[in-house]
Every structure is written in C-alpha cells, then in structure tokens.
C-alpha cells in the first residue's frame, strides 16, 4: 500500500475505533470477542483499503463488515463457549442506565439469536432505519422488521424472567 493510503486508513481506523468498540460490545456481549471483532474489521478494511477509501458511506460498509463478522462467528462451534463473565466498561462505552440494569440487559441481549440480536441493537441502539439494517444484514425490509420483533419479543420474555433462572438459563446455553 502507498504511503498516502497507509496514512489516510490509520487516521480513519482511529477515528472510528471509538465506535467500533461498543457496537462490537453490545453485539457479543463479551469485551475480549467485541476486541476481537473490531481487530477483524481492521485487517479486513486494511486488505480492501485502497479499493474502497473513496467509498460515499465508509462509515456503514464498516460497519457492514464488523455485522458480518459478528454473524459469520456465531455460526463456529467455538462461539458458544464463554471464557469470562465480567464487563469490561471501558469497552462497554458510557450508558446512562444504572450497572445492574445495564448488565441484565447485556445477560438478556446474550440470548437473543444472533441475527434477532442485530437486527434489535442496529435499530435501536445505533437508530438505523429498516432499509439500512436490510442492506447490512443483507435481506429484505420485511425480515428486518420481522427479526426485530422477534429479537424484541425475546428480550422482553428474558427481561421479565427473575434474574436466578435468566442466569442459569444463559449458563446453560454456553453464555
């Protein structure tokens, strides 16, 4: 790679790092698979670089790479092993909901099926609209409306459990 392109991807792999980091996060719910998600982006943007450094939307073809690598990792066998059960809140980013909340929602999200899981964190936490979430995950308006709302049904079903049987429900998945 040229100088000037090595120089323009390490100015723009800072400057997105910062919001790679929790959307990996909030996606895995683990800070070491989010780290590892965002480092896989990274190499994969760098390889594409000097074809795609003028692309009009850089910021959601990042995106769109960070999304597939999350759903092409769920289907390996090894992602349903956990190694650790702590939050790591530099990755996790500032939330304004209290710690326990915070964290029953992540133990919940952990739960949902991955593309369920997507579809709920891009419409809601980063406030995608349908088409957008459609092009990212790569289907129709009316499956991202329908993952939504299944994500969403399932989210609210585990958010309503006592916590003991969402813990021991997750435990028992590999989560």
């Given at each position: 790679?040229?100088?000037?392109a090595e ?20 996606l895995s ?147």
């Amino acid at each position: 790679m040229r100088a000037d392109a090595e120089r323009d991807y390490v100015e723009y792999a800072r400057a997105c790092l910062n919001r790679l980091r929790p959307m990996a996060y909030i996606l895995s719910g683990d800070p070491h698979r989010a780290a590892d998600l965002v480092q896989e982006t990274l190499v994969k943007l760098y390889v594409k670089w000097p074809k795609i450094r003028g692309v009009e939307n850089l910021d959601g073809y990042v995106r769109q790479i960070l999304l597939r690598e999350f759903l092409q990792e769920q289907r390996r066998p090894w992602a349903r092993i956990r190694l650790t059960g702590t939050v790591a809140e530099s990755i996790a980013g500032t939330q304004p909901a209290p710690v326990e909340e915070r964290s029953e929602l992540v133990a919940a999200l952990r739960q949902v099926p991955a593309r369920q899981r997507s579809a709920v964190v891009l419409r809601f936490v980063y406030d995608l609209p349908v088409e957008e979430v459609a092009v990212l995950l790569g289907c129709g308006a009316g499956t991202v409306k329908s993952q939504t709302s299944r994500g969403l049904a399932t989210l609210r079903r585990l958010l309503e459990q006592p916590a003991v049987v969402r813990s021991s429900a997750g435990s028992a998945n590999g989560h």
